[in-house]
Nanobody
Framework: QVQLMESGGGSAKEGESLKLSCSVS????????LGWFRQAQGKERAGIAI????????????SVKGRFTISIDRAANTNTVTLGLEMRSLRPEDDGRYYC??????????????????????WGQGTQVTVST
């Protein structure tokens, strides 16, 4: 069973940086899309960064492009990968709960940005990011 667990959330001031990590374990498939989603208070959960399982073809929402970087680190000889999200130049609008998710046997479609597609079958519990001015 695939399991995802986020870490690294917390508080930051505007302009500062934070890094999120997501441990993905129990992988028994070789083709999937991984993504980071954000849910601000009172808003729908939406994809902000996605990446193919081989670390290619990263896509970002306009709101984070140029400031956030998604990455994959694969541990050798294991069924575990670490999904990262480096967040720089944080803004108050980046405030929210961040989730990592996996879409099994799907290409990372551009349409995944800005929504929470049902193709993502496995989700972490989320980690809170608070950005103050």
């Amino acid at each position: 069973q695939v399991q995802l667990m986020e870490s690294g959330g917390g508080s930051a001031k505007e302009g500062e940086s934070l890094k999120l990590s997501c441990s993905v374990s129990g992988l028994s498939i070789s083709w999937y899309c991984l993504g980071w989603f954000r849910q601000a208070q009172g808003k729908e959960r939406a994809g902000i960064a996605i990446i193919e399982e081989d670390g290619t073809d990263a896509k970002y929402s306009d709101s984070v492009k140029g400031r956030f970087t998604i990455s994959i680190d694969r541990a050798a000889n294991t069924n575990t990968v670490t999904l990262g999200l480096e967040m720089r130049s944080l803004r108050p609008e980046d405030d929210g709960r961040y989730y990592c998710a996996l879409a099994p046997e799907y290409t990372c479609w551009a349409s995944y940005i800005g929504e929470a597609s049902e193709d993502f079958k496995f989700w972490g519990q989320g980690t809170q990011v608070t950005v103050s001015t």
